[in-house]
């Protein structure tokens, strides 16, 4: 895994930074889930839901699912999983994510409403499942015990996917016209891509030492990290093939993990010091002017009730 009494009050955090590479502001939020060790954000909709899983101090090395939506926590557990973790949402509500078992298997899964769906890609070590979109066309990746390899799976049926040459392949994100991308490992170095038909489109920030490709919205602009020269990951969108990064700001490292139609992103930074030996949280990014926060002043008063 990644990669209810007890209620505390959220931290907030409200920046704004200037993008130097396409002048594009943002309103940066913070997102804590109280008393977690880090927090992990998975991927975000158009109704402004957010999917990821936390992990809580002095409680365990478990994780909980977590779907943060209407300025509201609410914890997600596949039944008698160990740990549980929401990678992606489609704009109709459907979930993607992973749970381990007792054994520390990993399985992939959807979830519509109370409804789990197992998905297990045949002789697998590990499966994840980190996107889905509206036409329930699932997307992640599996290790089969000595490499990793992509897929998408819809109903059953699964259709791999392996950038040619690669050693190993991380399926990351899909949308509505079934474009995917991801990462794929080729000579020592790892490298983004994106797959729309058949036709792969290697994704490099320019001059990153290597780079990885985690989501894609509807317009085809796409987001991730890149390990640059200066030896610190940043978080990065690509739009129509114009790169420009978007760091927390004051972070020491930056990635971004989703982004939805209205160009609203969502990822992971970290601070330069420890809390448990982590110092990770999630953010979300929207583009000012003209785009509401999804998350408004609510998020000020909203309340999380941690999983034991």
Request: hydrophobic share 35%; aromatic share 12%; net charge negative.
């Amino acid at each position: 895994m990644p990669r209810t009494a007890l209620t505390t009050v959220m931290l907030l955090s409200l920046l704004a930074l200037a993008n130097s590479a396409q002048a594009q502001q943002y309103v940066f939020r913070s997102v804590d889930v109280p008393g977690a060790a880090w927090t992990l954000m998975g991927g975000n909709n158009n109704a402004g839901s957010i999917t990821g899983c936390y992990q809580i101090e002095g409680f365990s090395s478990n994780y909980a699912g977590v779907l943060l939506s209407n300025a509201a926590f609410k914890p997600v557990k596949y039944p008698k999983s160990m740990s549980t973790c929401l990678y992606g949402a489609s704009n109709n509500g459907e979930l993607a994510g992973a749970y381990s078992d007792s054994s520390g298997k990993v399985h992939g899964f959807t979830l519509t409403g109370k409804t789990y769906v197992n998905i297990d890609y045949s002789g697998a070590v590990d499966t994840y499942v980190n996107d889905v979109n509206n036409a329930g066309v699932a997307a992640g990746d599996y290790f089969d015990g000595s490499a990793n390899h992509g897929f998408t799976w819809q109903g059953g049926t699964f259709t791999h996917i392996d950038f040619p040459g690669a050693s190993d392949t991380f399926v990351q994100s899909i949308n509505n016209s079934n474009q995917v991308v991801g990462t794929y490992a080729l000579g020592g170095t790892y490298h983004g891509f994106q797959l729309s038909g058949t036709t792969y489109t290697t994704i490099d920030y320019p001059g990153a030492v290597f780079t990885a490709a985690y989501g894609i919205n509807n317009n085809g602009q796409i987001v991730g990290f890149y390990y640059g020269s200066d030896t610190i990951d940043h978080a990065f969108r690509d739009f129509s093939g114009v790169f420009s990064t978007v760091d927390y700001p004051g972070s020491s490292a930056s990635a971004l993990t989703g982004i939805n139609d209205a160009g609203q992103v969502v990822g992971q930074w970290f601070g330069s010091g420890t809390k448990a030996g982590y110092d990770e949280h999630g953010y979300l990014a929207s583009p000012i002017p003209g785009t509401p926060d999804p998350l408004g002043n609510k998020l000020r008063r909203a309340e999380t009730s941690p999983h034991r």
